[in-house]
């Protein structure tokens, strides 16, 4: 791991517990088990999208079982854009886009705050266009990114 400031995995169960707790409060779930059901579909989709140095560090820095949810995911050969990440999400939940963006950004939100910045902007990067969004950053365009680095 490259960011010694990274907290320790708490011991099993503990840690897991508050990430739930802070999925229901933020994404207002009326129940822990709503907000479970969000944590479980959207680290399993972003388990198929994650390869590589990130997700063995996100993995790290995530409560034990929230980490094993992302790992047992085997990655998609085809990245999905984060647009294309809600609509898959959908489908296999059942549920509507609206609702299915909003579980989205309620567990990102989680998954930001264990990852931190640094980890994030890395994740970012590795994933196609439409997940800034979905973490609460905003989506710099390739276009923009290089206009930015030719004033420089």
């Keep these: 791991m490259s960011d010694h400031s990274a907290p320790l995995q708490q011991p099993f169960g503990r840690a897991y517990e508050q990430m739930l707790e802070k ?74 886009l609206a609702t299915t963006r909003w579980d989205t950004g309620s567990v990102f939100s989680a998954v930001a705050a264990y990852a931190g910045p640094d980890l994030v902007t890395r994740i970012l990067r590795q994933l196609p266009s439409g997940y800034a969004l979905l973490f609460g950053r905003a989506e710099l365009t390739q276009a923009a990114s290089h206009a930015a680095s030719q004033a420089a």
């Design 23 to 96: 999925v229901r409060y933020d994404g207002a779930y009326p129940t822990r088990e709503k907000a479970e059901q969000a944590v479980r579909l959207v680290l399993a989709g972003l388990g198929r999208q994650l390869t590589g140095d990130e997700r063995v560090d996100l993995a790290a820095r995530l409560p034990l079982e929230a980490a094993r949810i992302l790992t047992a995911q085997i990655p998609d050969t085809q990245p999905l854009t984060g647009w294309a990440f809600v609509k898959d999400l959908a489908a296999r939940n059942g549920a509507s």
